[in-house]
């Protein structure tokens, strides 16, 4: 079966950096669009980057564009996250997701994954 287990989370302080990973099992890797999430306590769970199947498109929330990288290795099979110039407002676990289709939606939404991990921890302090 499907699964996605991330890691990487830390505490750091704000300005510092952090790469997430997540690592994918039990399907074809290369043929589905992954992207990242997070959820702040009391907020919802809010898109953050999104990358094709093959790593041509990617798609990022305008909180985070200029400071994080999504990028995926299809040899490995994970998905990683440069978070660059982390921000309080940056503090949330972060979830990968997973979806055959969800790369053709123009919005990075929740509702088109299907597939998630149970996140890690991201606290940046200022």
């Known amino acids: 079966q499907v699964q996605l287990v991330e890691s990487g989370g830390d505490s750091v302080e704000a300005g510092g950096s952090l790469i997430l990973s997540c690592a994918a099992s039990g399907y074809t890797y290369s043929s589905y669009c992954m992207a990242w999430f997070r959820q702040a306590p009391g907020k919802g769970r809010e898109g953050v980057a999104r990358?094709?199947?093959?790593?041509?498109?990617?798609y990022y929330a305008d909180s985070v564009k200029g400071r994080f990288t999504i990028s995926r290795d299809n040899v490995g099979n994970i998905l990683y996250l440069q978070m660059n110039s982390l921000k309080p407002e940056d503090t949330a676990m972060y979830y990968c997701a997973a979806d055959l289709y969800a790369c053709t939606w123009s919005l990075l939404r929740r509702s088109n994954f299907g597939y998630w991990g149970q996140g890690t921890q991201v606290t940046v302090s200022s």
């Open positions: 990358i094709s199947s093959a790593g041509r498109r990617t």
